[in-house]
Nanobody
Framework: VQLVESGGGLVQPGGSLRLSCTAS????????ISWFRQTPGNERRVKVS?????????YYTMSVNGRFTTFKDDAKRTVFLQMNSLKPEDTAVYYC???????????????WGQGTQVTVSS
């Protein structure tokens, strides 16, 4: 069972990045897939978005709403996080995670990816 992320990197303020999270060993549609981020010095990972299993409803935290979009390609077993209008405060390590529900907390996620660094800087 594995979640593998890719797509992080360095981007200037106002730029865009697309993160990918590919699942293996389990059926993607059985889980809600969340994106969390963790900034330096913080132990806690903060959820920024989630897409439900089944009907693929997407939810976003206020700080990224209107700038980030999450969607999935079931055939590719992949969930994406499209990040537009990036700001320096979006700089973090981004993780995807799988849980039964979007309301599941950080501690209730069943599977985690390894994380990918996103740096927004001029």
């Amino acid at each position: 069972v594995q979640l593998v992320e890719s797509g992080g990197g360095l981007v200037q303020p106002g730029g865009s990045l697309r993160l990918s999270c590919t699942a293996s060993g389990f059926k993607l549609d059985d889980y809600a897939i969340s994106w969390f981020r963790q900034t330096p010095g913080n132990e806690r990972r903060v959820k920024v978005s989630c897409i439900t299993n089944g009907d693929s409803m997407a939810y976003y935290t206020m700080s990224v709403n209107g700038r980030f979009t999450t969607f999935k390609d079931d055939a590719k077993r992949t969930v994406f996080l499209q990040m537009n209008s990036l700001k320096p405060e979006d700089t973090a390590v981004y993780y995807c995670a799988a849980a039964p529900f979007c309301v599941s907390s950080e501690n209730d996620q069943d599977y985690w990816g390894q994380g990918t660094q996103v740096t927004v800087s001029s």
